[in-house]
């Protein structure tokens, strides 16, 4: 159903079952699929594509120009998967030519209020983000993450999958999998042991997560001889594989 004051533009492509609420605004280039929901005064700007079963609520600002000097009109998107929930206010914008073009946010999320997600970020699926998280442009946040009300996290850094972020942190480092970490700046604590067990990891999994990441953090080793030791003690196990191909890759370095 579309509200008889929501304004969509004749281009925009809306799938069955697509609710448009009061005063909501859907521009040129816009796809939205099945059952999704857009609440009342929502804007939407193309190039967007929506998938299906998304809820969208109110005064959310879905696929505004990025926010960057650089800009200069190009035709980037933002592209956000199935089952999603964006709460109020939330501020979600187009990529940039100068990096992949789009923002793109998988299925399966929980975006709460006033999240703000910038150009070029890329969202995996089941992430929850607690109210007022707020990532740079260029950020990577992987499956399964949860980042704590008013994270921020710097531009260019990745949050590894399971990772937990605690409320108020500053991330301005890359976060490996399965750490929760917490203050300004983030710095990691332990492992995410009540979000792994949650998700069926065993106890034998568990255990061997837990050494790996004391090996990273508590043996006093350089970074290279912590991974080289993992490698050794655990490197058969894919969470393990995992957690060293993240480090390996980093491109900030690792919160400390």
């Known amino acids: 159903m579309i ?15 697509v609710e448009v609420g009061a005063y909501s605004l859907i521009g040129a280039d816009v796809r939205i699929g099945r059952d999704t929901r857009i609440g009342s005064h929502v804007v939407v700007e193309g190039p967007t594509r929506i998938g299906a079963e998304n809820h969208i609520y109110q005064f959310a600002s879905v696929g505004a120009a990025p926010q960057d000097k650089k800009f200069n009109g190009e035709p980037t998107e933002l592209i956000i998967g199935d089952r999603n929930v964006i709460r109020e206010c939330c501020t979600l914008n187009r990529g940039t030519a100068q990096d992949k073009g789009k923002t793109v946010i998988g299925d399966d999320n929980w975006i709460m209020a006033y999240v703000h997600i910038a150009h070029d970020c890329i969202i995996g699926n089941n992430t929850i983000f607690a109210n007022s998280a707020t990532l740079a442009g260029h950020v990577e946040v992987r499956d399964w993450v949860i980042l704590g009300g008013f994270t921020l996290v710097h531009q260019f850094c990745t949050i590894g999958e399971h990772a937990f972020t605690g409320m ?70 894919a969470d393990i594989r995992l957690l060293l191909d993240f480090c390996h890759n980093s491109q900030r370095g690792l919160i400390r």
């Open 168 to 237: 108020g942190s500053a991330i301005s480092k890359d976060v490996p999998p399965y750490t929760m970490a917490t203050g300004t700046p983030a710095e990691p604590r332990s492992i995410n042991l009540e979000g792994l067990k949650r998700r069926g990891y065993t106890a034998e999994a568990l255990h061997r997560i837990k050494e790996a990441h004391r090996i990273l953090y508590r043996h006093n080793l350089t970074m290279q001889e912590a991974l080289v030791k993992i490698d050794v003690d655990y490197g058969e196990f």
């Open 3 to 17: 509200h008889p004051t929501a304004i969509v533009h004749p281009s925009a492509q809306l799938a069955e079952g």
